[in-house]
């Protein structure tokens, strides 16, 4: 028997019935996809339909990778921002300024 579904082509439909935060990929597999992604041929959104990831984060992932932090995440080193970094040189700076040998003059 056909049924009216078929007649006109139709593939079935997914029905979500939860809500999930997500998948969690381990760094290898964020890296392969992202590596996947760069391949001759490939397109971040076929990539990303394959593996049910959204392409904006397949672009993250990809510029992550490019930016080597992916790779310091795996080295396990502390990834923090670059604000952070900015707000800790300046202080350094502060510090140094502060310590400078004339800053001792009296102590001499």
């Given at each position: 028997m056909t049924t009216t579904r078929d007649k006109m082509g139709m593939s079935p439909v997914e029905v979500i019935t939860s809500v999930s935060r997500g998948r969690h990929w381990s760094?290898?597999?964020k890296r392969?996809?992202?590596e996947e992604a760069e391949l001759?041929?490939?397109s971040v959104s076929a990539v990303a339909r394959k593996y049910g990831v959204h392409p904006n984060q397949l672009f993250r992932w990809r510029r992550l990778v490019h930016e080597g932090a992916l790779?310091?995440?795996k080295a396990n080193e502390e990834v923090v921002p670059a604000?952070?970094?900015k707000?800790?040189?300046a202080r350094i700076r502060e510090l140094e300024r502060q310590c400078h040998p004339s800053a001792f003059k009296h102590v001499r």
């Open positions: 760094l290898k597999e392969a996809m992202a001759p041929g490939n790779s310091a995440v604000s952070e970094v707000a800790l040189r």
